[in-house]
């Protein structure tokens, strides 16, 4: 996973306990890190979770349904149940297509989950 994406997950509010981040230094270079990795250097700006997949995966909770790969590219598939009123219930069926990497197309699936979730709160 990229930094400009693990930046949009870390903004969006995902959660940023991974085992990976990336390191943001002053001087604007990133580096991906082990969490576990206790060298700090001082002239650190920024620590950002870099979620591996399974990470990802958790983090959408029920609302994921499958992954998958197509000659085009991965997909991730999940939806929401958004409540309109008492008894007026739907899912917003979500499909993130067409990406690079399984870790893509499950970050973006997340970030349209939460995405659609905010969007629909009373």
């Given amino acids: 996973m990229n930094y400009e994406l693990a930046k949009l997950l870390n903004d969006s ?4 306990s991974s085992e990976y981040q990336w390191v943001k230094y002053m001087d604007g270079s ?15 700006k ?8 399974s ?7 029920d609302n994921f349904f499958a992954i998958s790969h197509w000659p085009e ?16 219930d739907f899912t917003a069926q979500v499909q993130c297509k ?7 197309a499950v970050a973006k699936l997340w970030l349209a989950l939460h995405s659609t979730s905010a969007a629909n709160r009373p």
């Fill in 98 to 104: 067409n990406l690079p990497t399984a870790e893509e």
């Fill in 46 to 53: 920024t620590l950002i979770a870099a979620p591996t997949l």
């Fill in 73 to 88: 590219g991965w997909t991730a598939e999940g939806g929401l149940v958004i409540q309109h009123g008492a008894s007026n």
């Fill in 13 to 16: 509010g995902f959660p940023q």
């Fill in 30 to 44: 990133t580096e991906l890190v082990c969490s576990h990795d206790r060298s700090m250097k001082p002239q650190m």
């Fill in 55 to 61: 990470e990802l995966i958790e983090a959408c909770e």
